[in-house]
């Protein structure tokens, strides 16, 4: 029904940049937040940013500065701007999204996840 189909991901310097970028696509009527989450070997999933329809952020404290989160809602894509990466970023990026559908006579809000993209940044 739903899929989200992510790139960007790859293998990079400390120091270098990557864009991520995620497209939803399927039976949606809107999508409320999206966002980015990373998990590193051995640790849990943790959110590094995510933005509302209206376009409000937030950010991990660990990504702020460096990090900007964008979506372009005509085409239910997001995207995720890294700058200054650090080897401690290095983790499977995940999408997000809250998507909104119609379930026969109700709306009906679900999250979506992507496959993940991975994220290498050497020292």
């Known amino acids: 029904q739903v899929q989200l189909v992510e790139s960007g991901g790859g293998l990079v310097q400390a120091g270098g940049s990557l864009r991520l970028s995620c497209a939803a696509s399927?039976?949606?009527?809107?999508?409320?937040?999206m966002g980015w989450y990373r998990q590193a070997p051995g640790k849990q999933r943790d959110l590094v940013a995510d933005?509302?329809?209206?376009?409000?952020?937030n950010y991990a404290g660990s990504v702020k500065g460096r990090f900007t989160i964008s979506r372009d809602n005509a085409k239910n894509t997001v995207y995720l701007q890294m700058n200054s990466l650090k080897p401690e970023d290095t983790a499977v990026y995940y999408c997000?999204?809250?998507?909104?559908?119609?379930?026969?006579?109700?709306?009906?809000?679900?999250?979506?996840w992507g496959q993940g993209t991975q994220v290498t940044v050497s020292s």
């Open positions: 997000k999204a809250d998507v909104v559908r119609i379930g026969g006579y109700r709306l009906i809000s679900d999250n979506y």
């Open positions: 399927g039976s949606i009527l809107s999508i409320n937040s």
């Open positions: 933005i509302t329809a209206g376009g409000s952020t």
